[in-house]
C-alpha cells in the first residue's frame, strides 16, 4: 500500500502515457491487497490453525530448505491447488510480464522527462537511420 500511495503522489507529476501506467499500476496494487488479505491471507491462516489443532510438527530453517530441496511430489489432481490457483494464476502472469517491463525501464527512462507535467508536449521526430553505402567494384 506505501508503494500505492507513493504512486498516486507521482500521478500528479507527470502527464501523458506514463500518468496511465502509473494509475495502472496502482489500481493493480489497490486491487491485489484486498486481494491477499481477503483471500490469500484468511486461506493460509486456516491451514495454520488447523496444523496446530492437529498438533503437526513444524520444520525448522534447515529441515524446511533440506524439504524443497529434495522432495518433489507432481500431481495433475487440480483439487490439491484449489486455494492456491488464483494467486498463482495471478503471480505467474501479471507479476512476471510487469517484472519483465520493469526490467525494459532503463531503456526508456531517458523519455520520462518529457512527460513531466508543467512541460510542453514531447515531438518525437522518426529520424531514418544512417546506414553505411558500400560502393560495389563491377568487374567489366
Known sequence: ML??????????????AVR????????????????LCTIDVPMYFVRWRADLAAHREFLGLFEGLHDVATRWVV????????????????????????SLLLACFGLLKHLLP??????????????????????QRWMS
Open 3 to 16: 508503494i500505492a500511495i507513493a504512486l498516486l503522489d507521482l500521478l500528479n507529476r507527470y502527464r501523458g
Open 20 to 35: 496511465g501506467l502509473i494509475a495502472a499500476a496502482a489500481f493493480g496494487i489497490a486491487g491485489y491487497v484486498p486481494f
Open 75 to 98: 500431481t495433475h489432481d487440480v483439487a490439491r491447488w484449489d486455494g492456491e490457483i488464483a494467486w498463482m494464476s495471478l503471480y505467474f502472469s501479471a507479476a512476471v510480464w510487469t
Open 114 to 135: 518529457g512527460y513531466r507535467a508543467g512541460r510542453p508536449t514531447p515531438r518525437f521526430v522518426r529520424r531514418p537511420a544512417a546506414v553505411p553505402v558500400r560502393r
